[in-house]
């Protein structure tokens, strides 16, 4: 489906990442979440730059970008582990009900 939007039902924000500025023009919908998902990476890169020793803020935004996908890759993992016990209770309970209903 083709999600077609009028220029003026766009929103200009600029968000700031490791001492950069980045306007985008985005959704009014998507503001929180890119807010949110700035200010994420933000307190990591800090985190990141007091725990090691960082010569280069593309070290720092490399490793926060890794640590951020492994965090997205592990959920999509743990759904799918979650979701195939969830079945595997389905199937166990159908087989009792099928028990006790004949």
Known sequence: MLNLH??????????????????????????????????????????????YAVRDKQDVLAMCALQFAAKAEQNTIDKSVDLSEAMEQIVALNQLLDTHIS
């Not at 990442?17 to 998507?30: E, K, N």
């Open 6 to 51: 009028k220029v003026e039902d766009k929103l200009k924000i600029k968000i700031s990442i490791a001492d950069r500025v980045y306007p985008l023009t985005i959704d009014p919908s998507r503001e929180e979440g890119l807010r949110k998902a700035a200010k994420n990476i933000e307190v990591m890169l800090k985190q990141l730059e007091k725990s």
